[in-house]
């Protein structure tokens, strides 16, 4: 997989976690959203965190999905003691050769040597500040897919300390922890933002710029420079192949191989297989969507119907929302039929309904909402039977 590295954005990005662009609220939080599989970790990872360490700056990464069976405020406790570990290495050996099992860091944080990594006994914004100062340097910590930390307590007030760690170590003008927070879903992350009670209540959710005019002259590049024969490459027919795969670069790299392929027997351009590939795969995803969604139970249909109609706004047992399930069904609908409706839609393979620790729910795959947006644009909402078979 090819790389194309974002230096400039990650520059600005990290000036304004510094506090140095005016006008900027990122040291107070950067929250960035991007779809799922358009390089927003990649870029965090391959990107970011060098250009922050390039600066001295300690950093911490963490990705809320990357163990999906655990709890999200435990990966985040577990992320930051490992990275304590090292700095306490020397002082627990210390401690471990003079028969003591606790290690008095700075006079005022008893850290347990044989626990280093679970913070037990220490809370986030201790071992934060712990890290900080046994490092002697900013720290970053950046949580990947953040709205997860939503789906449980532990995460919920993980989050929280975060907010009260960033307050109590930052300072006007001297920012010491800087927090990155990303998701691959806009509005769930919103509810980190906006919602009641939300840790970082005021601060904005950006939508991370997506790849397109620059990764395409680089790509195109690249072909030129390995097949001369090629050229031009046909900039724009790319551009518009990487916008119908959703601006995902590793299914558009992989349509990009095949056609270039000498196994694909092409006696034309290779530029049109790209765009055909690119119609394909949209088409594929729609028509998997559509089956989904008419797999489901009638009763689900509804729930989820007014799931994406309403977004942020769904409160599944309201009177309208009954009214509207009834409507849809030609059946009463209570409050516990909706329930069993909406955890079935979450138990499904991959799930269809995602629900936050205070009860909150959405769609799972943010894609569904443009498959939803787009047939209601074609007047070709709801999807029917008739409508798959193409008749």
């Not at 060098?50 to 163990?67: H, R």
């Not at 709801?382 to 008749?391: D, H, I, K």
């Amino acid at each position: 997989m090819i790389h194309y590295p974002r230096t400039a954005l990650a520059k600005e990005l990290v000036a304004a976690l510094q506090g140095k662009t005016v006008f900027s609220d990122a040291p107070n939080g950067l929250f960035l959203t991007a779809p799922r599989r358009t390089g927003k970790s990649t870029f965090l990872q391959a990107d970011l965190k060098p250009a922050l360490e390039t600066l001295g700056v300690v950093v911490v990464y963490v990705d809320l999905w990357a163990d999906q069976r655990r709890d999200p405020g435990v990966l985040i406790a577990e992320a930051i003691g490992q990275a304590l570990r090292p700095h306490l290495g020397r002082l627990a050996k210390l401690a471990k050769s003079a028969g003591v099992e606790g290690v008095n860091l700075a006079g005022w944080l008893q850290i347990n040597t044989s626990k280093i990594g679970t913070l037990d006994g220490a809370t986030l914004s201790e071992a934060l500040r712990a890290l900080h100062e046994t490092a002697k340097a900013p720290v970053a910590l950046i949580v990947d897919e953040a709205q997860h930390a939503l789906t449980s307590e532990m995460g919920e007030a993980a989050m929280a300390a975060l907010k009260s760690a960033r307050d109590q170590l930052n300072r006007p003008g001297a920012v010491t922890l800087m927090l990155v927070m990303s998701g691959s879903d806009r509005d769930k992350l919103l509810r980190l933002v906006t919602t009641n009670g939300a840790p970082f209540y005021g601060s904005q959710v950006h939508r991370m710029p997506m790849l397109g005019d620059d990764f395409m002259a680089h790509i195109a590049q690249l072909i030129e420079t390995r097949q001369p024969k090629l050229k031009p490459v046909d900039r724009e027919a790319l551009l518009l192949a990487f916008q119908g795969f959703g601006c995902r670069p590793q299914f558009f790299m992989e349509a990009l191989g095949n056609a270039l392929s000498p196994l694909a027997g092409l006696t034309t351009r290779f530029e049109p297989a790209v765009l055909e590939a690119a119609r394909q795969r949209q088409a594929d995803e729609e028509a998997q969507m559509e089956s989904d969604y008419l797999g489901l139970k009638p009763l689900e249909r509804a729930v989820l119907w007014r799931l994406l109609e309403q977004g942020q706004r769904f409160r599944p047992y309201d009177g309208e929302a009954l009214a509207f399930y009834q409507k849809k069904t030609g059946a009463a609908v209570t409050p516990q039929k909706t329930q069993n409706a909406l955890e079935a839609l979450r138990q499904r393979i991959p799930a269809m309904v995602w629900k936050s620790a205070r009860g909150e729910y959405a769609v799972d795959d943010a894609a569904m909402h443009r498959w939803f947006e787009t047939k209601v644009a074609n007047n070709t909402w709801p999807p029917t039977e008739r409508q798959r078979e193409g008749v």
